[in-house]
C-alpha cells in the first residue's frame, strides 16, 4: 500500500510539475523535430527528478526497496527466530481451545524434530485452516477423519498424555506465537507433510520443503 501510495505521489507531482514545462517545449520556434523532441525528453526528465526529490525519506525508501510482507497480525511477534532463547523471550503461553489443539499437535508430531521442523508443522495446521479445503478452525483440522483415518496419528492412538514437560513447553510457545500471526515462511504455503520414511500416493501435490524428517507439500 505505502508502495503504491509512493508511485501515485511521484505521478501527481509529475503531472504537476511537468504541465508547464511541456507548455513551454510546445512553443518552442525551433523547426528541427529532433531538437524538439530532446527538450521534451529534457523536461520530463526534469520534471521526474524533481517530482523524486520531493518525496519523504520513508517514501523514497518504499520505492527502492518495497513494501516487506508479513503475516504478523497487530499484537504478534514482530520477529520470529527459531532458537530455544527466542522462544524463552515469549510471555507464559496460555490459550483457548485452538491453542490447546495446535500444542498437541506440534508436541505429538514434531517434538523430536528442530525447532524449525516443528514450526513447520503449525504452518500446516494453519494453512489448512485458511485453505477452503479443509476445516475453518485447528481443531476441526487437527482431529479430522476420512476414510476411517486420522489426519494425524496421534489422533487415532488416543494417546494425549504430554509428559514431557520441556517439550510440552516448547510446543506451547510455538503454538502461541503461531496463531499469534508469526509468519509462515518455512513451507511455502504447504498444507500436508509426511515422514521421509513413508510414500504416499499424493497425486499431482507439490513438494515445496524437506525439513528434518519431514517432507512437505502443497
Same mark, same amino acid.
Given at each position: 500500500?505505502?508502495?503504491?501510495?509512493?508511485?501515485?505521489?511521484?505521478?501527481?507531482?509529475?503531472?504537476?510539475l511537468?504541465?508547464?514545462?511541456f507548455?513551454?517545449?510546445?512553443?518552442?520556434?525551433?523547426?528541427?523535430?529532433?531538437?524538439?523532441?530532446?527538450?521534451?525528453?529534457?523536461?520530463?526528465?526534469?520534471?521526474?527528478?524533481?517530482?523524486?526529490?520531493?518525496?519523504?525519506?520513508?517514501?523514497?525508501?518504499?520505492?527502492?526497496? %518495497?513494501? +516487506?510482507?508479513? !503475516?504478523?497480525q497487530? #499484537?504478534?511477534? @514482530?520477529?520470529?527466530?527459531?532458537?530455544? &532463547?527466542?522462544?524463552?523471550?515469549?510471555?507464559?503461553?496460555?490459550?483457548?481451545?485452538?491453542?490447546?489443539?495446535?500444542?498437541?499437535?506440534?508436541?505429538?508430531?514434531?517434538?523430536?524434530?528442530?525447532?524449525?521442523?516443528?514450526?513447520?508443522?503449525?504452518?500446516?495446521?494453519l494453512?489448512?485452516?485458511?485453505?477452503?479445503?479443509?476445516?475453518?478452525?485447528?481443531?476441526?483440522?487437527?482431529?479430522?477423519?476420512?476414510?476411517?483415518?486420522?489426519?494425524?496419528?496421534?489422533?487415532?492412538?488416543?494417546?494425549?498424555?504430554? %509428559?514431557? +514437560?520441556?517439550? !510440552?513447553d516448547?510446543? #506451547?510457545r510455538? @503454538?502461541?506465537?503461531?496463531?499469534?500471526? &508469526?509468519?509462515?515462511?518455512?513451507?511455502?504455503?504447504?498444507?500436508?507433510?509426511?515422514?521421509?520414511?513413508?510414500?504416499?500416493?499424493?497425486?499431482?501435490?507439490?513438494?515445496?520443503a524437506?525439513?528434518?524428517?519431514?517432507?512437505f507439500?502443497?
Amino acid at each position: 500500500m505505502c508502495l503504491h501510495l509512493s508511485r501515485t505521489v511521484a505521478a501527481a507531482a509529475m503531472i504537476v510539475l511537468t504541465g508547464a514545462a511541456f507548455a513551454d517545449v510546445t512553443v518552442s520556434q525551433s523547426n528541427d523535430p529532433s531538437t524538439l523532441f530532446g527538450e521534451q525528453f529534457a523536461s520530463l526528465f526534469g520534471a521526474e527528478h524533481a517530482a523524486v526529490n520531493a518525496l519523504a525519506e520513508s517514501q523514497l525508501s518504499a520505492v527502492a526497496n %518495497g513494501v +516487506a510482507r508479513s !503475516r504478523v497480525q497487530p #499484537g504478534g511477534p @514482530a520477529v520470529l527466530e527459531y532458537t530455544d &532463547a527466542w522462544l524463552a523471550t515469549l510471555p507464559e503461553p496460555t490459550g483457548d481451545a485452538q491453542w490447546e489443539c495446535l500444542r498437541k499437535a506440534v508436541y505429538f508430531e514434531a517434538r523430536g524434530e528442530t525447532l524449525p521442523g516443528q514450526f513447520a508443522v503449525a504452518e500446516v495446521i494453519l494453512n489448512r485452516v485458511d485453505s477452503p479445503d479443509f476445516p475453518s478452525t485447528v481443531c476441526s483440522v487437527v482431529n479430522a477423519r476420512g476414510s476411517g483415518a486420522c489426519a494425524f496419528s496421534y489422533v487415532c492412538s488416543g494417546y494425549e498424555h504430554m %509428559g514431557d +514437560a520441556e517439550a !510440552r513447553d516448547r510446543a #506451547g510457545r510455538i @503454538a502461541r506465537a503461531m496463531l499469534d500471526g &508469526a509468519p509462515r515462511t518455512l513451507t511455502t504455503g504447504a498444507t500436508y507433510f509426511h515422514a521421509n520414511y513413508v510414500r504416499p500416493n499424493w497425486g499431482r501435490r507439490v513438494q515445496t520443503a524437506a525439513i528434518g524428517a519431514h517432507i512437505f507439500y502443497r
